[in-house]
T-cell receptor, first 113, second 118 residues
Framework: ETGVTQSPTHLIKTRGQQVTLRCSSQ?????VSWYQQALGQGPQFIFQ???????GRGNFPPRFSGLQFPNYSSELNVNALELDDSALYLC????????????FGQGTRLTVV | AQTVTQSQPEMSVQEAETVTLSCTYD???????LFWYKQPPSRQMILVIR??????QNATENRFSVNFQKAAKSFSLKISDSQLGDTAMYFC???????????????FGEGTQLTVNP
């Protein structure tokens, strides 16, 4: 087990609602990346946070946003939920300069109905 | 943009035997990293093995080894002496080499479900 913790583990939301997912990074890690993994597919990069700023973004609309806090934990916010947002959301933490040594959390399973 | 392709959606192997999972990728980068990750039913992505593109020698980690063919853009994973605990989804992934932190990201393939049978 890694030191990366995600909450909640499961979540059911209604289309149009907003959701916040949380990630606590491993001790000493200052970079957090978020990925979306649809059922039966590989994870897709959403964005990365470093020093509390977005530091790279994948092909996701602006209704996907995030935050990083001074303790390096992070939030992923999704507004105006759509059915296609149903997926496993994974966060990965790493040290700056050591992005090849990322540790993943166990993910949040989001279901939009 | 980089792409990663895993052409084997499912594979099975008998316990104690050897299995090879295939991965090809496409990139114009010359310096990059390749990875194999394992995702068991617990959902947590676990790093199995990592290869740096500038290194000629194939990476090995205990029962896991890779065959990295840079010119062919191929990166296969060999699992020797397969164990029941190896049953999982395996993902091949690519990362560009960047200085410090610059939004470097993993690009994953679609995955191969490996089942180890007793």
């Amino acid at each position: 087990e890694t030191g990366v913790t995600q909450s909640p583990t499961h979540l059911i939301k209604t289309r149009g609602q907003q959701v916040t997912l949380r990630c606590s990074s491993q001790s000493g890690h200052n970079t957090v990346s978020w990925y979306q993994q649809a059922l039966g597919q590989g994870p897709q990069f959403i964005f990365q946070y470093y020093r509390e700023e977005e530091n790279g973004r994948g092909n996701f609309p602006p209704r996907f946003s995030g935050l990083q806090f001074p303790n390096y934990s992070s939030e992923l916010n999704v507004n105006a939920l759509e059915l296609d947002d149903s997926a496993l959301y994974l966060c990965a933490s790493s040290r700056a300069g050591r992005l090849t040594e990322a540790f993943f959390g166990q993910g949040t399973r989001l279901t939009v109905v | 943009a980089q792409t990663v392709t895993q052409s084997q959606p499912e594979m099975s192997v008998q316990e104690a035997e050897t299995v090879t999972l295939s991965c090809t990728y496409d990139t114009s980068e010359s310096n990059y990293y390749l990875f194999w990750y394992k995702q068991p039913p617990s959902r947590q992505m676990i790093l199995v093995i990592r290869q740096e593109a500038y290194k000629q020698q194939n990476a090995t980690e205990n029962r896991f080894s890779v065959n990295f063919q840079k010119a062919a853009k191929s990166f296969s994973l060999k699992i020797s002496d397969s164990q029941l605990g190896d049953t999982a989804m395996y993902f091949c992934a690519f990362m560009k080499h960047l200085q410090e932190t610059s939004g470097s990201r993993l690009t994953f393939g679609e995955g191969t479900q490996l089942t180890v049978n007793p």
